[in-house]
């Protein structure tokens, strides 16, 4: 299949070879945002870095007063990146708690003096509930779903029960969302196990410097709220004004009837990846602790559904017509793609058969690239003549079947009406599993897809 291969205009340009290489490495990944303010208000895995965002401003020219988007928006980052530099965003997050956690971050209009003074009120508020209230007595079982009681002794989670009803108490207020998503931080750090799933099973008890089972949850929930008080101070301090974010908890697949067309200058995102990952099941410990969801049913109909599909736990086989898993649109807009796509689809829907968990990946990949379809289609619409969507994604191989999705992407933004693209590699990953038998291996890199309209 041919495509356009091109190294420049390359990100980091201006650093030696060393460090570029480094920085480079973490653009897709979310090290950088765990170290800058606000940014790090939640520890999002799928999260990319800051840096990656303020390169794409630097090499596009994008500055005060233009617009940029976010189709796949997660909790924030380029939104962030764009108010500090006082430039208009919009952002598109269809699951409701990554969401939230976005629009808390975005919002650093508060007067700081009584910022400060309710952060003291909610905690002495705390502190004269968990001295007259007998911790030990809540039936923490008959509140929270087995998961949350493995995290934590049960006088523990009784006390963050605590902190969770007086913070629901408070009236509806962009308070009461910076409180909650203080909390929301708390509670892996607070946990005496690891909470690392879905890779890791929150049954490992912490070890080391990281084991805190007798931690103070109020000295560490005030900590943490000083913190993101002098995070705001501090982000508000070096920001350029004006810049306004509109966060929408909505489906980019969808037409957003907000974002005018041809209005944007810039749209810059990082999309789920064609790697299994469960989006719904990261935020598991979060909505599960917040009364959000109660069970893997629940989050199924409240964030899976709502999501493109890139797991095969969004996957009901019967939902599906396995003889024509392609769209219409997606078999005309891109017929090479859809042919080798069908060919892989086909083969994986054999080797499913021979693996012990019969994963549905043949259906995930169709349906992935159906859906990225229409997210492609959407953003076109948005921008305007001459600017570019930028995605940093990465490769996969599902039972060891390789499926190059930048290149597809890429195939797919063209037959959208963009002129043309580029892939410019950040790094390889996936070599941790290279000897591991149950993997396949495929050398998978993190790469920038760059869709350029004329
Ligand atoms: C790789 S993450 C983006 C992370 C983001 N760059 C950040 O720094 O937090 C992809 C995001 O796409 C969201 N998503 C999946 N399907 C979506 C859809 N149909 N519309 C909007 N967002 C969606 C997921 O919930 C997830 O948060």
Avoid at 253 to 259: E, F, G, L, Y
Wanted: include cysteine.
């Amino acid at each position: 299949m041919s495509m356009t291969k091109s190294y420049t205009p390359s990100l980091f340009e201006e650093e030696t070879a060393k460090d570029t290489a480094s920085a480079r490495a973490n653009l897709g990944t979310f090290q950088d945002s765990l170290r800058a303010a606000v940014h790090r208000w939640f520890t999002y895995p799928a999260g990319f870095s800051y840096k990656a965002v303020e390169e794409a401003f630097r090499l596009y020219s994008i500055s005060k007063g233009m617009t940029v988007y976010d189709p796949f928006a997660g909790t924030g980052t380029t939104n962030i990146s764009a108010k500090q530099k006082g430039i208009h965003s919009f952002g598109v997050e269809a699951h409701p708690f990554v969401q939230f956690v976005a629009r808390t971050k975005i919002f650093w209009e508060f007067d700081l003096a009584a910022l400060r003074r309710d952060i003291d009120e909610l905690i002495d508020k705390m502190r004269s509930r968990f001295e007259t209230t007998d911790v030990a007595g809540i039936l923490v079982e008959d509140i929270f779903p087995e998961l949350v009681c493995k995290c934590y002794s049960r006088e523990k989670l009784a006390r963050l029960y605590f902190c969770r009803e007086t913070i629901a108490s408070l009236p509806a207020s962009p308070f009461r969302d910076f409180a909650k998503l203080a909390l929301t931080n708390l509670l892996r750090r607070a946990a005496d196990v690891a909470t690392g799933w879905p890779y890791v099973a929150p049954q490992k008890p912490k070890t080391g410097s990281k084991a805190n089972s007798n931690a103070n949850i109020l000295t560490m929930l005030r900590d943490l709220l000083y913190q993101m008080h002098s995070d705001l101070e501090e982000i508000r301090r070096t920001s350029l004004a004006g810049g306004r974010a509109t966060l929408i908890h909505g489906d980019a697949r969808k037409r957003q009837d907000v974002i005018e067309s041809e209005s944007i200058d810039l749209a810059f995102t990082s999309p789920p990846y064609l790697n299994n990952y469960d989006y719904a099941d990261r935020t598991r410990l979060e909505t599960y602790f917040w009364g959000e969801a109660a069970t893997w049913g629940d989050i199924t109909e409240k964030v899976r559904r709502r999501l493109i599909i890139s797991a095969t736990t969004q996957i009901n086989r019967s939902d599906y017509d396995e003889s024509c898993l392609f769209t219409e649109d997606l078999r005309e807009a891109v017929p090479q793609v859809a042919r080798e796509l069908k060919e892989k689809v086909a083969e994986l829907s054999k080797r499913r058969l021979t693996k012990g968990g019969k994963k549905s990946y043949d259906i995930m990949v169709a349906g992935y690239f159906n859906d990225m379809q229409l997210v492609i289609e959407e953003t076109f619409r948005t921008l305007r003549r001459g600017s570019a969507f930028m995605l940093i994604l990465g490769d996969s191989a599902p039972y060891g079947v390789y499926i190059p999705t930048d290149v597809y992407l890429g195939e797919i933004g063209k037959a959208a009406g963009f002129a043309g693209y580029e892939i410019e590699e950040l790094r390889t990953r996936g070599g941790k599993w290279k000897n591991n038998p149950q993997r396949h291996d495929e050398s998978l890199k993190e790469c920038i897809l760059t869709l350029r309209k004329d």
